[in-house]
């Protein structure tokens, strides 16, 4: 665990925009290697089990990567609906409207959306994510179609099916794609299942530039994937990791393309193999590059072919029961001219693609939003959440001091807020205002007052200089919290007085707070607030305010005298650079004279420094501590001598007062289970 000396932190360089400071650094390296492609992976990321191993001399990039790979990442790279708000849309009606604003959006597609008319075009302009929610995002008897110009689009983790007409195998007469686009640039098509469409599951045509194809499923089709429309010869494309099945031909064809690179496709079970010319593979046409490498053919009929004019390079792909044209010449060109990437074995490739390819449960109902590299601030990122948000939205905040107050109300729940640094002092949102300047509201750096949020890998610090001002209101909160399941990991809270208030939005309302691996400073109230709270492993810092006999009070809770559970601190550890003997472990908060608010805080298991007092409760407002519900239980250290002004919990009352007892509520709420 981080110790931290104390809360003040540099100002020079310290806000978002305030110059190169180590974020601003981190994330241009960030962005530049997004823009080569090369991905980049958390310590979360690369502790997970779906974080794929790269193979000899590639670099690595996760599968679930929120940037565009190959052609697409270059030039500017895709971002799609970046820095724009998220929508959730169930209808045609709100796929239309957002799908064709001028202003970017992330779009989650929930369910099912069936167009109306049948064939019916869903337009879609420049800068917008449209993202399946996991594996129920839907669009059925309809089309994507980007028009001219149109720019930075990211369209993934989908379903597009059923504009098949029975009867009408070769759709000529009816145009009915499932994504179609016509000189457009920047495209990232990702994690999709194209299924009996009609006419091409997939167009990429005139002129389009800069496209990326990865990890769809093409299945029962016909005209599956083409690519030109136009002798010009400008179209670059990726298209990696995807499952061509039951499709006979256009898998892809590729017309007139600058550069085209196949790599880690998986194609299987054609449809309609008797037909000797137009059940095929890859066909590299009129002017075009190919460059092939790593796929997998399997009962395959011409499975690679080029024209004449055209070049193709095939290496490294394994062909089974295969038969037709195998063609390859010229020199095409070099991918690693362009991009990194990384090259998964041959043999590898059905049971990767056949895993990896097409919608994913994780992806789309998770949104990751990135600070600062879509949104300026941490601010900015949540206000771009829907209100009423039902599906979970990571902010990333990369390293850096973002000098900001930052308000996530209670129609945003489901957030998480995760610094990107390898450690939570890499990442530190704080401000300075006191509560002479706004209350404990209006003073807080943080103040959380939506449910089922979880902070971690992150510093908040209220820096306000107590020592250089008189105010009569000096409280300086680093975090506030009114909603129900927060849970902060691996966190730190510096400040002076009340710098952590854990409350609920009125008295008889049960909020529960889990804190874990954490840091927490302060002097006066530093602890405090209604609310369940749970502190795990974590330090608990009492500063010394300069006196010899009283440097203030780690607790003041306010507990509902219904609520059996206020406080509870554990398998934690206390330090202090205060004098033997001058600190309290806390006094009983009785806001605005309460009776009803009577204090309920257990140490449990907890190390005690000698700063603590032989009698370590004290009164508060003309309320006894007595009164209270304060213990402790196996407490030690220098300060954890028991005394008869020290109310120990009986042994026989421990195994009702654990970490599950308070969290637990009507909802058998279990953060600490996970660990």
């Known amino acids: 665990m981080t110790h931290f000396r104390s809360k003040r932190l540099p100002r020079p360089g310290s806000g978002p925009g305030s110059g190169p400071g180590p974020g ?11 823009a ?8 979360a990321e690369a502790a997970s089990d779906s974080a794929p191993v790269s193979s000899p001399g590639t670099s690595a990039s996760p599968r679930w990567a929120d940037r565009a790979h190959g052609f697409a990442s270059l030039e500017g790279g895709t971002t ?27 779009i989650r597609v929930a369910g099912t959306i069936k167009a109306e008319p049948f064939g019916a075009n869903v337009v879609v302009a420049s800068d917008k994510t449209i993202i399946g929610v996991g594996t129920a995002g839907e669009l059925v008897q309809g089309e994507l179609h980007l028009a001219p110009g149109t720019h930075n689009v990211i369209i993934r983790n989908l379903t597009i099916r059923d504009s098949y007409v029975e009867g009408n195998w070769d759709c000529k007469d009816t145009d009915f794609d499932g994504i179609q686009m016509d000189t457009v640039h920047h ?7 194209f299924s009996r469409i009609c006419d091409g599951q997939l167009d990429v045509r005139k002129d389009s530039e800069y496209v990326t194809v990865s990890y769809n499923r093409f299945e029962n089709n016909n005209k599956t994937f083409g690519i030109g429309w136009t002798p010009n010869v400008k179209t670059q494309i990726t298209i990696d990791h995807n499952w061509f099945g039951g499709t006979k031909q256009r898998n892809p064809s590729a017309d007139n393309c600058a550069y085209a690179h196949l790599y880690n496709n998986y194609m299987t079970a054609q449809a309609d193999p008797g037909d000797p010319v137009w059940t095929y593979g890859n066909w590299s046409r009129g002017q075009t590059k190919m460059v092939i490498e790593n796929s997998y053919y399997k009962d395959v009929q011409h499975p690679y072919q080029a024209d004449a004019t055209a070049e193709l390079v095939q290496r490294g792909s394994i062909l089974r029961n295969t038969t037709g044209r195998q063609e390859a010449w010229g020199a095409a060109f070099d991918p690693r001219d362009f991009y990194d990437y990384r090259l998964d074995p041959a043999a590898a490739v059905p049971a990767l693609v056949s895993r990896f390819s097409g919608p994913q449960k994780r992806l789309g109902t998770n949104t990751v939003l990135n600070v600062p590299a879509d949104h300026r601030t941490v601010q900015a990122a949540v206000d771009a959440v829907p209100d009423g948000n039902t599906g979970t939205v990571t902010i990333r905040v990369a390293p850096g001091t973002y000098r900001e107050q930052v308000r996530i109300p209670a129609g945003k729940p489901h957030l998480v807020l995760q610094g990107t640094g390898r450690d939570r002092s890499d990442t530190v949102i704080v401000f300075d205002t006191p509560a002479a300047h706004g209350g404990s509201n209006g003073s807080a750096t943080v103040r959380i007052a939506a449910s089922d949020v979880t902070a971690r890998h992150l510093t908040f610090s209220n820096d306000f200089d107590e020592a250089a001002h008189e105010l009569n209101g000096e409280q300086a909160l680093a975090m506030k919290t009114t909603g129900d399941r927060i849970v902060f990991e691996d966190t730190a809270f510096l400040g002076n007085q009340d710098t952590l208030m854990t409350d609920s939005p009125k008295l008889d309302v049960i909020s529960r707070v889990y804190v874990r691996d954490s840091y927490i400073e302060g002097d006066v109230d530093f602890i405090y607030g209604r609310a369940t709270t749970v502190v795990e492993r974590s330090v608990i810092k009492a500063l010394s305010r300069g006196s010899a006999t009283n440097n ?28 033997a003997g001058s600190f309290h472990l806390g006094r009983p908060w009785h806001p605005g004279g309460e009776p009803d608010a009577v204090a309920q805080v257990l140490f449990r298991d907890t190390e005690l420094p000698a700063a603590i007092k032989s009698s370590p409760w004290t009164d508060m407002s003309g309320f006894s501590w007595k009164d209270a519900r304060f213990s402790e239980y196996r407490t030690h250290g220098p300060g954890a001598a028991v005394t008869a002004d020290r109310p120990q919990l009986p042994r026989a009352d421990a195994a009702t007062y654990t970490v599950t007892d308070y969290l637990a509520g009507t909802d058998d709420w279990a953060p600490h289970a996970r660990h």
């Open 187 to 193: 495209v990232w098509i990702d994690h999709n299942r």
């Open 80 to 106: 799609g609906g970046a820095g724009g708000k998220v929508v959730t849309v169930t209808t045609q009606a709100g796929l239309e409207r957002y799908a064709a604003a001028e202003e970017p959006y992330v």
């Open 552 to 579: 203030g009070y780690i607790t003041a809770a306010s507990t509902w005298k219904n609520n059996p559970y206020g406080f509870l601190i554990t398998r934690s550890k206390v330090v202090s650079d205060a004098p």
């Open 24 to 34: 601003r650094v981190l994330c241009t390296v960030t962005a530049l290697v997004a």
């Open 36 to 43: 080569l492609g090369l991905g980049a992976l958390t310590p």
